[in-house]
């Protein structure tokens, strides 16, 4: 697969680097030549330095074989000039990033269309998703979605009342046999590996499961955690940005309670206007004494999304030393989340730079295989069998997949199936594989897909 990427930014950089090792033929074009230049030093690619809404742009050789192009630059209107220009020169998907410009209604699709856009990526709708999700379900760490969101790949981090504590892996797969749910991954001292059937969930590990979105309702109540998302909360968001606004309409569409800072006047009361429900205070969020004076104490989370990492830093630590709220705080550099929340009093942390380039998983693959889902050295492949396909008419069991390596759900027909061993693979099937990033050339060779 031939990829193009526009933007040599965070997001950016940060596929690129996981690209890279993937032995996926990578061309980046940015204005910045130091960035290009550190590009081509660290992972030996082709770099273009050139202004991607320049018309010459349409004459790079490496445009018409592109299989991928990504517009990513920090600029809606740019990345959507390029998109089109791209189209034009003969690339077969494009994906746009879009931030700030609405494209919504009936005619959205016609209007992408008409500018060579093939599929968007909002940061602002990531984000605010990823955010409502954690304090509806507080447990809930990580989502993916499969299949136009039919199933979803569930990271849930293990508190003490959740009831699969202390039960071994092979006991907790098959009370959830019936639900069609599959467990997939676990998470435990910073290693992400399969289970082991025998082994027994421990209280603080992170698990992945497999599970149609309409059996959610039913996962969570199994674990325990089904109270703990009925209650209706109180959120104090600090910042009414974008992802601020967009999560405060959200949240206050649910039966929680919203209050939202903003500081600038202006903002302030335009916000107002359109939330409904929510209370807009209008105050610098890493003021002491007015958060108090607003019930920073009552309260069961803050979050804070400014634009400025440093504010967010200072407000979410404010938050926790004079309250109990979970604290959850908007960061530019994804090597922050580890280190605040190991070495602080911040429960979670979030990069809009991380979400948007996990996002942009979806996309990449070719043909048969997609690379859907990453953490650590665990990946999760998409793969399609048709007829002729190898691995049609095996068993699972019979196909040595080695001990890194598992399928994980079985998509046949409009049904989910659980693997087993004795489960005969067929054409049409959708399997999702759970792989060692090292093992990933050996096992699609096993499927037929090798280089």
Same mark, same amino acid.
Request: with cysteine; aromatic share 8%.
């Given at each position: 697969m031939k990829i193009v990427i526009a933007g040599a930014g965070e997001v950016g950089f940060h596929l690129i680097e996981r690209l890279y090792r993937e032995g996926i033929s990578l061309s980046v074009i940015d204005t910045d030549k130091w960035i290009l230049q550190e590009l081509k030093d660290k992972f030996d690619i082709q770099v273009d330095q050139a202004n991607i809404i320049d018309s010459r742009f349409l004459r790079k050789a490496h445009l018409k074989?592109? !299989?991928?192009?990504?517009?990513?630059?920090?600029? !809606?209107?740019?990345?959507?000039?390029?998109?089109?220009?791209?189209?034009?020169?003969?690339?077969?998907?494009?994906?746009?990033?879009?931030?700030?410009?609405q494209l919504e209604g009936a005619k959205k699709d016609a209007s992408l269309a008409s500018l060579g856009i093939d599929h968007i990526i909002n940061p602002v709708e990531l984000v605010a998703d990823e955010l409502c999700q954690m304090?509806?379900?507080?447990?809930?760490?990580?989502?993916?979605?499969? !299949?136009?969101?039919?199933?979803?790949?569930?990271?849930?981090?293990?508190? !003490?009342?959740?009831?699969?504590?202390?039960?071994?892996?092979?006991?907790?797969?098959?009370?959830?046999r019936g639900l069609s749910i599959s467990l997939a991954l676990l998470s435990r001292q910073e290693r992400c590996f399969l289970p082991d059937p025998e082994h027994r969930l421990e209280v603080s590990d992170q698990l992945y499961v497999f599970c149609p979105t309409a059996h959610h309702a039913q996962l969570r109540e199994e674990m325990g955690y089904t109270k703990v998302s009925a209650k209706s909360k109180r959120v104090m968001i600090n910042g009414g940005g974008h992802i601020g606004l967009r999560l405060a309409s959200r949240l206050e569409k649910t039966a929680h309670q919203v209050r939202i800072i903003e500081p600038n006047e202006v903002r302030a009361q335009r916000i107002a206007g359109r939330l409904s429900k929510a209370m807009v205070l209008q105050f610098d969020g890493t003021e002491l004494k007015k958060l108090e004076a607003e019930g920073v104490d009552e309260q069961d989370f803050f979050i804070s999304v400014t634009s400025l990492e440093e504010v967010n830093l200072t407000a979410c630590l404010m938050a926790k030393q004079h309250s109990d709220a979970k604290a959850i705080c908007l960061v530019k550099q994804q090597e922050l989340i580890a280190i605040l929340e190991r070495a602080t009093a911040i429960d979670r942390a979030i990069s809009p730079r991380l979400t948007t380039s996990r996002s942009l998983d979806q996309f990449i693959g070719e043909g048969r295989v997609k690379s859907a889902f990453s953490q650590g050295s665990m990946q999760i492949l998409e793969l399609y069998l048709q007829n002729g396909s190898k691995g049609v008419g095996l068993k699972i069991g019979d196909l040595e997949l080695g001990d890194a390596t598992a399928i994980g759900m079985v998509k046949r027909g409009e049904s989910f199936v659980i693997p087993s061993a004795s489960l005969v693979l067929e054409a049409g099937d959708l399997i999702l594989l759970l792989v060692h990033r090292l093992d990933k050339p050996m096992i699609l060779e096993k499927f037929g897909l090798g280089s």
């Open positions: 074989d592109a !299989d991928l192009f990504l517009a990513i630059t920090n600029s !809606d209107e740019t990345n959507m000039i390029a998109c089109k220009m791209a189209k034009s020169a003969g690339v077969k998907t494009t994906v746009c990033r879009i931030r700030s410009v304090v509806i379900a507080p447990n809930l760490v990580d989502r993916h979605l499969f !299949d136009e969101g039919r199933l979803a790949l569930f990271g849930y981090q293990v508190q !003490d009342y959740n009831r699969f504590v202390g039960k071994t892996f092979a006991e907790i797969q098959s009370q959830l």
